[in-house]
């Protein structure tokens, strides 16, 4: 194995982690991790098959669920190598290149389903307070260029981040906390300034899923405010429910989201353990709960699933 501290760059390796002191388990770790990123595959690929082959869920919400879908999918994907290498087989070493490249993937799928759980808070804020224009503000093509935006949003932000990280050399411990690669902490390992890495991270953590988080907010003060104003109770309950789901999902993603990044810049060592539980539920976590709340509170869909499975 190649230090970290090696004068050639690109032999050097960082060790990636699982969870401190449990490696006598890490094969019963395994399995539910495991169950994890099955449920999560088939869960978000079902969405997609049963939105792809049902025109009647051809709609503007079904169309962002879709697209909220196929990002958890990539998101599983990108950590599904290195955390069950570690757990099956105590793989724990990862080349810088591939460090980066997984940098990579994982910020810019993060921002990405902050950007989509941003446009299906505005589906909602559209529905809800200006039910009658609903269908000629978000038209099929309309809806293709607001999700190419924020896509390629997510991917201008983040691209610079591996170059960023590549530039420096690394003479510290080569030991990461997670199993999987983060920009802010893989930065911390360099033995150079990284006062440009942080203030660049805070600054796209700040334009990206602060900025989105802020504007859900104030699209859910909007429909309560128009709900309470204009309906009857019973309808008011009826029109908040079809938030839930959503709702869900924001939580499920912002709040380990947030958790995450102040631990990380804030945390101290006896926030090590809470830094890498946090980590796996802000990855896992949403891509594994979203199809499955999803399911259970939307009647249209859950109907379709299971005429599919009944068959």
Same mark, same amino acid.
């Given at each position: 194995?190649?230090? %970290? ?7 050097? %390796? ?5 969870? !401190? ?67 099956? /087989? ?21 921002? =990405? ?28 093509? $309309? ?9 390629? $949003? ?6 610079? %981040? !591996?170059?960023?990280?590549? $530039? ?26 990284? =006062? ?8 796209? @953590? ?26 009857? +109770? ?56 979203? +199809?499955?709340?999803?399911?259970? @509170? ?10 599919? /499975?009944?068959?």
């Amino acid at each position: 194995m190649s230090a %970290v501290n090696d004068t050639n760059f690109n032999s050097a %390796v960082f060790l990636l982690n699982g969870i !401190p002191g449990k490696e006598d388990v890490y094969l019963w770790i395994f399995i539910p991790f495991c169950l994890m990123y099955v449920i999560s595959i088939v869960g978000n690929s079902v969405i997609l098959f049963i939105i792809k082959t049902d025109p009647s869920l051809h709609e503007p919400m079904y169309i962002f669920l879709s697209m909220l879908a196929v990002t958890d999918l990539s998101l599983s994907l990108s950590t599904m190598p290195t955390i069950l290498g570690i757990y099956l /087989f105590n793989f724990r070493e990862i080349s810088l290149d591939a460090c980066f490249a997984q940098v990579f993937f994982i910020h810019s799928l993060s921002l =990405t389903e902050s950007s989509m759980l941003l446009l299906m808070a505005f589906d909602r804020f559209v529905a809800i307070c200006n039910p009658l224009r609903y269908a000629s503000i978000l038209t099929p093509p $309309r809806i293709a260029k607001l999700g190419l935006v924020f896509v390629l $949003r997510g991917v201008v932000l983040v691209f610079p %981040v !591996p170059f960023l990280l590549k $530039r420096f050399r690394y003479c510290r411990s080569n030991v990461l906390s997670h199993s999987y690669c983060l920009h802010q902490e893989v930065m911390k390992l360099a033995c150079s300034d990284i =006062t440009v890495n942080s203030i660049y991270g805070l600054s796209v @953590k700040l334009l990206t899923v602060g900025l989105d988080s802020l504007l859900i907010f104030l699209s859910y003060v909007m429909i309560i405010k128009t709900v309470l104003s204009v309906a009857s +109770p019973k309808e008011s309950l009826r029109a908040l429910n079809t938030c839930v789901s959503h709702l869900c999902a924001v939580l499920l993603f912002f709040t380990p989201e947030i958790g995450l990044s102040v631990i990380h810049r804030f945390g101290n060592s006896s926030s090590h353990l809470l830094q890498i539980l946090l980590g796996y539920v802000y990855l896992l976590v949403p891509p594994l709960m979203n +199809p499955i709340v999803y399911s259970v @509170k939307s009647k249209h869909l859950r109907t379709r699933i299971i005429r599919v /499975f009944i068959k």
